[in-house]
């Protein structure tokens, strides 16, 4: 593993904000996992949000850009630093106080952030609001500090780029359970899986299935990629 000032200069070169190499020096400290899974899912959501405008009506605006959602990914889950390594790491069934503090994660990360980027705090605190996993995630879309997002850029665009981070995610862990498995494109079984779990938001409208399988393929991608770079 590459030292820490080594990882660091990276993340600098890369032009991150101080504030999130910060970030990123202590997620990789408390948990080596969770801080390679954020880059993975920054790169994922920068990919799949550029994508997403390519796709929308000529001349619709986006207050929310690439880059923010880059920031958002290599982030997202900073607030999993306040809970310990030892439940982190837990492979047994979590108690209902594990949970409860596993759920809070998205808002105490958007708390962290939310001085250096209200955007990136914005998208932060909703990236589990899809796609739900068995932990119940407290719902904050209507407390005051959603309400200021939907103020400052409407909030239909704060949940697209919820949505958007919380599929890019779920694609990282996805491929990533798939052991030793390489090549040039996700299974179908893989997909049609990954598929199902937002069924719920495909109905609703708030996602269109080759997001999901565009998510998948670059999580592949930058998976394979991650091998060939080393550590970050």
């Known amino acids: 593993m590459a030292p820490p000032e080594t990882v660091r200069m990276k993340n600098e070169q890369m032009l991150l ?4 190499v910060e970030i990123m020096g202590k997620l990789r400290s408390h948990n080596t996992n ?17 994508n997403f405008i390519s796709r929308r009506v000529s001349g619709e605006q986006f207050e929310i850009y690439p880059h923010e959602l880059f920031l958002s990914g290599f982030v997202h889950d900073c607030g999993k ?61 209507l407390n005051d500090d959603a309400r200021a997002a939907k103020e400052r850029v409407g909030y239909s665009t704060v949940e697209q780029a919820q949505i958007v981070l919380a599929i890019a995610d779920k694609a990282d862990v996805a491929i990533n359970r798939i052991n030793g498995l390489h090549g040039v494109e996700v299974d179908d079984k893989s997909r049609s899986e990954f598929i199902e779990r937002f069924k719920k938001e495909i109905d609703e ?18 998976g394979i990629a991650q091998e060939k770079w080393g550590d970050f």
């Open 17 to 20: 904000p101080l504030w999130t």
């Open 34 to 50: 969770i801080y390679q899974h954020s880059v993975r899912a920054g790169f994922i959501a920068y990919a799949l949000w550029k």
């Open 81 to 141: 630093l306040y809970i310990s390594p030892e439940i982190l790491n837990k492979t047994e069934p979590l108690s209902d106080e594990e949970n409860r503090l596993i759920g809070k994660h998205p808002y105490t990360g958007a708390q962290m952030v939310a001085k250096d980027s209200k955007v990136v705090a914005d998208i932060i605190r909703g990236h589990h609001r899809f796609g739900k996993n068995g932990i119940e995630y407290p719902d904050y879309n």
């Open 205 to 222: 409208g708030l996602v269109e299935e080759i997001q999901l399988i565009n998510a998948l393929q670059y999580a592949w991608n930058i």
